[in-house]
């Protein structure tokens, strides 16, 4: 991996759970923007959507099972409250659409904390604080982000390192290959094409 600047590093907090405010279809009896932990106790389940592909915090084994660091800890968390958990593999850029539609009960997986997400969904206190890192092949022997000028960017789509990339655009953007970043539904399909050469890092 190579790192970005300082400037670039963004304290990425992870939620711990973002609990829903809206009510879900599966559940017409949800009030909306209230809370609905003593509906889930009472139920015993509680449905988290996640990204299946982001290795190594939830992703989907070759035998199909769920694992991951995020996976792990919120099974180990609501089996404390007698909880059983369904993972929802979702569509990272329909996050926000899917916990509105309510598909979902909640994101339990790198999703980080913004002023602008605040406006419309509850956070619990994160647990976690990341940095954004850009990934290149060794054999490219790019080793830092000026070298990333006029190479090609890939990110995942509605991630936080692609909305950094638009709303910052002086650290990266202006200095890739036509001031944009390939977007990508996955961060395998992402790494698949990192691989073959397509592009030339990946956010």
Do not use: H
Request: glycine residues 6%; aromatic residues 10%.
């Amino acid at each position: 991996m190579r790192k970005l600047s300082k400037s670039l590093a963004l304290g990425v907090l992870l939620l711990f759970a973002a609990l829903v405010l809206a009510s879900c279809s599966s559940r017409s009896n949800f009030a909306t923007e209230t809370d609905q932990w003593q509906t889930y106790s009472k139920e015993k389940t509680i449905k988290i959507g996640f990204d299946a592909t982001f290795v190594p915090m939830g992703f989907e084994e070759k035998d199909g099972k769920y694992t991951g660091f995020d996976v792990d800890l919120a099974n180990a968390v609501f089996k404390k409250y007698g909880i059983k958990v369904e993972w929802q593999a979702i569509d990272w850029d329909m996050k926000e659409t899917e916990l509105k539609n309510g598909t979902i009960d909640l994101i339990w997986n790198g999703y980080s904390v913004t002023d602008e997400r605040k406006k419309e969904l509850a956070f619990t206190e994160p647990y976690m604080v990341n940095q954004q890192v850009v990934v290149t092949k060794k054999s490219s022997g790019i080793s830092s982000i000026a070298m990333m000028a006029s190479k090609s960017l890939g990110a995942q789509a509605g991630s936080s390192g692609y909305d950094t990339f638009e709303s910052q655009p002086d650290l990266l953007k202006n200095k890739v290959k036509d001031k944009k970043a390939v977007q990508y539904s996955t961060f395998t399909q992402a790494l698949i094409d990192l691989q073959a050469g397509r592009i030339d890092g990946l956010l």
